[in-house]
T-cell receptor, first 114, second 120 residues
Framework: GENVEQHPSTLSVQEGDSAVIKCTYSDSASNYFPWYKQELGKRPQLIIDIRSNVGEKKDQRIAVTLNKTAKHFSLHITETQPEDSAVYFCAASGGYSSASKIIFGSGTRLSIRP | GAVVSQHPSWVICKSGTSVKIECRSLDFQATTMFWYRQFPKQSLMLMATSNEGSKATYEQGVEKDKFLINHASLTLSTLTVTSAHPEDSSFYIC????????????????FGPGTRLTVL
């Protein structure tokens, strides 16, 4: 089955700087890679996703890159703000079906220093 | 966007009792629902995949006789934790997906708000 590894487990950056979180996946059939932001006690919120036919996607301050060959994908947050502090999870899903299960990475606790 | 609700939002029960958690898709039909468990400071671990009208598929290591899943309609799935023990205390989150094209994306999962279970 799919295995998703995520690094780092914790990340502290100065407000205004960029933050990068990296993930790898094991199943080459995976073709959907969502990123979630979770605040304490809340549900995960989808912040951006990328499919295997695209190498990069950007939405305002957030961007995601995908390297299918290396089975790596990364989340980039620029101009970080205090409200970006949360736990971020990468995930991977395989197969062409909305019933595909999503496997989560271990999470990155991002702290933004004022 | 698509909305998924869960009930109750939190529950405290005594050891040995059973607890039922409901997951509902409010504005779309969910052919598939997923149940996750999240321990403090850990990731979401998939417990089972629930398909409407058929038996749930459990992940390795999840006891199907302890965590009963029923997906009786296209908008409702339930998870029953039977004979709960303190080690079952966790945050249980469901998600739902749909095959409908258009507004609801095929492979996006929509998460419920979670249920915090505390077993005394």
């Amino acid at each position: 089955g799919e295995n998703v590894e995520q690094h780092p487990s914790t990340l502290s950056v100065q407000e205004g700087d960029s933050a990068v979180i990296k993930c790898t996946y094991s199943d080459s059939a995976s073709n959907y890679f969502p990123w979630y932001k979770q605040e304490l006690g809340k549900r995960p919120q989808l912040i951006i996703d990328i499919r295997s036919n695209v190498g990069e996607k950007k939405d305002q301050r957030i961007a995601v890159t995908l390297n299918k060959t290396a089975k790596h994908f990364s989340l980039h947050i620029t101009e970080t703000q205090p409200e970006d502090s949360a736990v971020y999870f990468c995930a991977a899903s395989g197969g062409y079906s909305s019933a595909s299960k999503i496997i989560f990475g271990s999470g990155t606790r991002l702290s933004i220093r004022p | 966007g698509a909305v998924v609700s869960q009930h109750p939002s939190w529950v405290i029960c005594k050891s040995g009792t059973s607890v039922k958690i409901e997951c509902r898709s409010l504005d779309f039909q969910a052919t598939t629902m997923f149940w996750y468990r999240q321990f403090p400071k850990q990731s979401l671990m998939l417990m089972a995949t629930s398909n409407e009208g058929s038996k749930a598929t459990y992940e390795q290591g999840v006891e199907k006789d302890k965590f009963l899943i029923n997906h009786a309609s296209l908008t409702l799935s339930t998870l029953t934790v039977t004979s709960a023990h303190p080690e079952d205390s966790s945050f249980y989150i469901c998600s739902a997906s749909d095959v409908e094209v258009g507004r609801i994306r095929r492979d996006t999962q929509y998460f419920g708000p979670g249920t915090r279970l505390t077993v005394l």
